[in-house]
């Protein structure tokens, strides 16, 4: 019976006419070349099977995979809906029969079955009845002439479950004949097509020459379209973020939500959702925070993931407006997409429906935020005279000096600052106080902090940590809620060297010219072992001094050596002192080096107020 049937005209409509007999309960006409006995036993049989009372006679044909006499082509005349606006589903029929034919009923099988009851088309009329078309306001229309593309268009909504989902053509069912007695099903999969449409290259070319006619369809233009994806509707919602770009690592970032309603109506069951946009790198996911309070972030830092969901607003009326403050916190540099997502509900009016329809609409509005460093720290250690030294020695006084430079293009202020000490080392001084308290550092300005500390001298180890250094510091504003925020740094390990003696040295700040000042040194033994000593001291030109100026003695195990100088100071200014000389044959790594370091090699002498015209007369009088 189709286009690609090698049988004569008269013997397609002689098949269509059985066809149609046999599917609606009457006796074919017989085959040629059958007895007439044959003929006349068929016809007994037809009707004894015709009277008796039996079950209905239905029966299902795959047509994926033959050549029929009836085309299919179905699509969505979109590939995306939002989920008020009608879904429209357009199904092509094209018969390919000797001459017009009558199905009972059509119908679209789809992923969600909810929605096949309104993809179905019921032809009122028997296929016996005489081939005209009928016009009924309760059955459709299956009447089919031959070459001639016929379409039936379906509408529906979408459920709110399908949001954001896929809706696709399962199947499609053609019947012929009546359920209630005999009737064939002829089945599609998916959007349609046949064997020959998928083989046949006289498929694809289209055989019409210039534009087809306005009330006809070139079934060659008609593509298959077998999906659609269900989208939110459009919201009509106002997100306006505000913040001060970029943030600083560890600190609570402020964004201000203004939410404002452009819906006609009233929304309810809002929430927001703000936090890590989707798809950035994993390691972001680990080093975001999002709270809407700002306690959070110290007090229960564990609920604060990388994104916050469900904080619920009130229902917002037309044209309402409502601010919320976000904080987001960055522990890693780097760059980030934070998104604040508004979802609510709303009833909106559909076309062509008289009731509305609830529908949840979702805003998004996102920012890229950028977070940089607060500070760039560098840590240098220094001995007593302020020589940089790599290493230092145990028991030995030496400085560690933080020099800290604002990166922030933001002016910060120093709130406070402490050293937390490893239990290897100590400070010096008793009472420790932050050296940068309340500076104020605007962009690539520094500061710097000096601290002297001093290691165990009975601990063994030759590397130790120093322990941890801690800034805190915020925003410089005029706003005391500016909240603080603390960056801790772990400092670096640092050498150590065991000496065998150590030198501790008595001498005031400065002396003045011509008035005695004592110079003690005081020499500890830490060995196990007696030490013998030769020391001796340079004269020097700066002064006159009373004392050993060389000796010998021994010093017992944990036990010291004390030797006493008395210095009269003859020149003003910064003066070199007399060099002590120790020469130790049982611990040979104290050189003179070792020792110059120990012990301080200036000191500041002032001129008192008598001596100080005489010192300018002869100034002047000197050529």
């Not at 030496?398 to 709130?415: G, H, R």
């Amino acid at each position: 019976m189709g286009r690609y049937s090698q049988s004569s005209p008269e013997e397609k409509t002689r098949v269509q006419m059985n066809l149609i007999r046999v599917m609606s309960n009457v006796p074919p006409e017989a085959e040629p070349g059958c007895s007439s006995e044959a003929v006349e036993q068929a016809k007994g049989l037809w009707k004894g099977d015709v009277t008796k009372a039996e079950q209905p006679k239905t029966f299902t044909l795959e047509m994926q995979n033959i050549v029929p006499f009836v085309e299919f082509k179905a699509c969505f005349s979109k590939n995306r809906f939002t989920a008020d606006v009608p879904i429209t589903l357009n199904v092509y029929i094209r018969p390919s029969c000797q001459f017009p034919i009558r199905f009972s009923k059509l119908s679209v099988q789809l992923s969600n079955p909810i929605y096949n009851a309104q993809c179905i088309v019921t032809d009122g009329q028997p296929i016996g009845e005489p081939i005209m078309p009928h016009d009924s306001d309760t059955t459709g229309d299956l009447y089919l002439i031959p070459n001639k593309v016929k379409v039936y268009t379906f509408q529906f909504i979408a459920v709110p479950e399908d949001v954001g989902k896929k809706i696709e053509i399962v199947s499609i069912s053609l019947s012929l004949g009546d359920e209630a007695n005999r009737c064939a099903h002829l089945h599609w999969s998916g959007g349609g097509g046949d064997a020959a449409s998928v083989t046949n290259i006289q498929e694809c070319v289209s055989k019409r020459r210039g534009e087809p006619k306005e009330e006809e369809l070139d079934w060659h233009l008609i593509k298959i379209e077998q999906a659609t994806s269900i989208a939110s509707r459009v919201p009509l919602m106002e997100i306006k973020l505000e913040h001060a770009a970029p943030s600083i690592v560890n600190e609570p970032y402020s964004i201000l939500a203004t939410i404002t309603n452009k819906e006609k109506t009233t929304i309810r069951n809002a929430s927001i959702t703000m936090g890590l946009k989707e798809g950035q790198d994993s390691q972001l996911e680990q080093t975001t925070q999002v709270s809407e309070d700002i306690v959070n972030f110290e007090q229960n830092p564990s609920i604060c993931k990388s994104r916050l969901k469900g904080i619920n607003i009130d229902d917002l009326a037309s044209d309402q407006q409502i601010v919320r403050q976000l904080y987001v916190r960055c522990l890693q540099v780097g760059t980030r997409s934070i998104i604040v997502r508004v979802a609510y509900t709303v009833d909106a009016q559909v076309e062509k429906q008289a009731s509305a329809v609830s529908c949840v609409c979702y805003k998004d509005e996102d920012v890229k935020l950028d977070t940089v460093m607060p500070f760039d720290v560098s840590i240098r250690l220094t001995s007593s005279k302020f020589e940089e030294v790599s290493s230092v020695y145990a028991g030995e006084p030496f400085l560690m000096m933080t020099d800290i430079k604002c990166t922030s293009p933001w002016p910060l202020q120093i709130v406070d600052s402490h050293l937390t000490l490893s239990t290897d080392v100590d400070f010096t001084d008793e009472d420790v106080e932050s050296q940068l308290k309340g500076i104020l550092l605007k962009k690539y300005e520094q500061a710097c902090e000096c601290l002297s500390l001093v290691t165990n001298s009975n601990q063994t180890k030759t590397t130790i940590s120093l322990g941890q250094y801690t800034v805190q510091w915020r925003r410089a504003s005029d706003d005391s809620d500016q909240p603080i925020v603390k960056t801790e740094m772990a400092l670096p390990d640092i050498s150590v060297e065991h000496l065998p003696l150590h030198i501790d040295t008595d001498l005031p700040s400065h002396g003045l010219v011509r008035v005695p000042l004592a110079l003690q040194f005081t020499i500890v033994n830490h060995t196990e072992m007696v030490q013998n000593i030769e020391a001796s001291i340079d004269p020097s030109e700066a002064f006159m001094f009373s004392g050993h100026k060389q000796v010998f003695f021994r010093i017992l195990p944990s036990d010291d050596q004390t030797l006493l100088y008395n210095l009269y100071p003859l020149i003003p200014g910064y003066v070199k002192l007399p060099r002590l000389h120790l020469k130790t044959p049982q611990a040979p790594t104290i050189t003179d080096d070792v020792v110059s370091k120990m012990i301080p090699s200036h000191i500041y002498i002032k001129v008192i107020s008598s001596l100080k015209g005489r010192l300018l007369l002869t100034h002047r009088k000197t050529p």
